[in-house]
């Protein structure tokens, strides 16, 4: 299978949906975000590990996940668990020049991983970090968008009181995917997915 292949079977399965996502998903490779051992399998729609326990998210979730996030082009992104980079590119691509997106991860190596691989793209709207993803980025707050493809058994409090009012949350609690829009200062519309699978949110 192909890149475009790839993103032609998201399209038709209605999958993905906004053309600034589908967009993006044709401006981002995901072959740039792999390990050397498996380029060959880069544009199957799986999971591929990128070490340290850690993988690059099958296509189809990334794309759901994008898809429920929707981002606007001028929105800072606050991204949980850089992993390879791929999403962060993803995000970078829809934020656009008005926008900024600031990624925190756990492993110092996949921050450096993360690093390589985005460059090729030369973005000047990422911050990447490493820390403790459930306290998020006080420092950097409010958020316009919160994304985590780690799950936890709870969406933290720190993400919560960092998103802006009128923002939204996506992520993995356990299997199921969480949305969480936030309506006022301190109420939340919650609507839950079942069916996925993450790797734990260290």
């Known amino acids: 299978m192909t890149s475009q292949q790839l993103i032609?079977?998201?399209?038709?399965?209605?999958?993905?949906?906004?053309?600034?996502?589908?967009?993006?998903?044709?401006?981002?490779?995901?072959?740039?975000?792999?390990?050397?051992?498996?380029?060959?399998?880069?544009?199957?729609?799986?999971?591929?590990?990128?070490?340290?326990?850690?993988?690059?998210?099958?296509?189809?979730?990334?794309?759901?996940?994008?898809?429920?996030?929707?981002?606007?082009?001028?929105?800072?992104?606050?991204?949980i668990g850089t992993g390879s980079g791929y999403m962060t590119a993803l995000l970078a691509e829809i934020a656009g020049k008005r926008g900024k997106v600031f990624s925190i991860e756990y492993i110092p190596e996949l921050k450096g991983l993360a690093e390589f691989n985005l460059r090729r793209y030369n973005f000047r709207n990422v911050g990447l970090f490493v820390g403790d993803g459930k306290a998020g980025l006080k420092e950097y707050a409010p958020f316009d968008r919160i994304i985590s493809s780690a799950s936890g058994d709870e969406t933290p409090k720190s993400w919560k009181n960092q998103l802006k009012a009128g923002g939204r949350i996506v992520a993995s609690v356990?299997?199921?995917?969480?949305?969480?829009?936030?309506?006022?200062?301190?109420?939340?519309?919650?609507?839950?997915?079942?069916?996925?699978?993450?790797?734990?949110?260290?």
């Open 8 to 79: 032609e079977k998201l399209i038709s399965d209605k999958t993905l949906i906004t053309p600034r996502i589908i967009k993006a998903f044709k401006a981002i490779d995901r072959k740039d975000f792999v390990l050397i051992q498996d380029k060959d399998r880069v544009y199957e729609d799986q999971p591929l590990s990128i070490g340290y326990g850690a993988t690059i998210s099958q296509p189809t979730t990334v794309a759901i996940m994008l898809e429920k996030l929707q981002p606007q082009p001028d929105n800072r992104v606050l991204e």
């Open 174 to 202: 356990g299997e199921n995917l969480v949305v969480l829009d936030k309506t006022s200062k301190k109420r939340f519309k919650q609507e839950e997915y079942r069916g996925f699978i993450f790797v734990p949110l260290r």
